[in-house]
Nanobody, 116 residues
Framework: QVQLVESGGGLVQAGGSLRLSCAAS????????MNWFRQAPGKERDFVAS????????VYADSVKGRFTISRDNAKNTVYLQMNSLKPEDTAVYYC?????????WGQGTQVTVSS
């Protein structure tokens, strides 16, 4: 089993920054990639960013390109999401997702609220 613990959410004014973290523990010896998703009230959960665990290749949703940066620390089994130039429409619960061959795991989510 794998456990994911997210942190770093909070309330910030538009234009501000936040850094989210997601630490994985347990049977983490075969991670393929880690992703960030977000879900706003009344909306579906949407993809935000992804990073491959071995090569560090990244993919971003168009809505966050140039503002958000995903990174990882393999030694700590932790993925980060640096969020800059935040907008009110970035308000959502942010979830990390860990991908392995044949399995995936979700974190519990962390609330990000951007005030205008």
């Amino acid at each position: 089993q794998v456990q994911l613990v997210e942190s770093g959410g909070g309330l910030v004014q538009a234009g501000g920054s936040l850094r989210l973290s997601c630490a994985a523990s347990g049977r983490t010896f075969n991670i393929a990639a880690m992703n960030w998703f977000r879900q706003a009230p009344g909306k579906e959960r949407d993809f935000v960013a992804s990073i491959s665990w071995s090569g560090g290749n990244t993919v971003y949703a168009d809505s966050v390109k140039g503002r958000f940066t995903i990174s990882r620390d393999n030694a700590k089994n932790t993925v980060y999401l640096q969020m800059n130039s935040l907008k009110p429409e970035d308000t959502a619960v942010y979830y990390c997702k860990l991908l392995m061959i044949g399995a995936h795991y979700w974190g519990q989510g962390t609330q990000v609220t951007v005030s205008s």
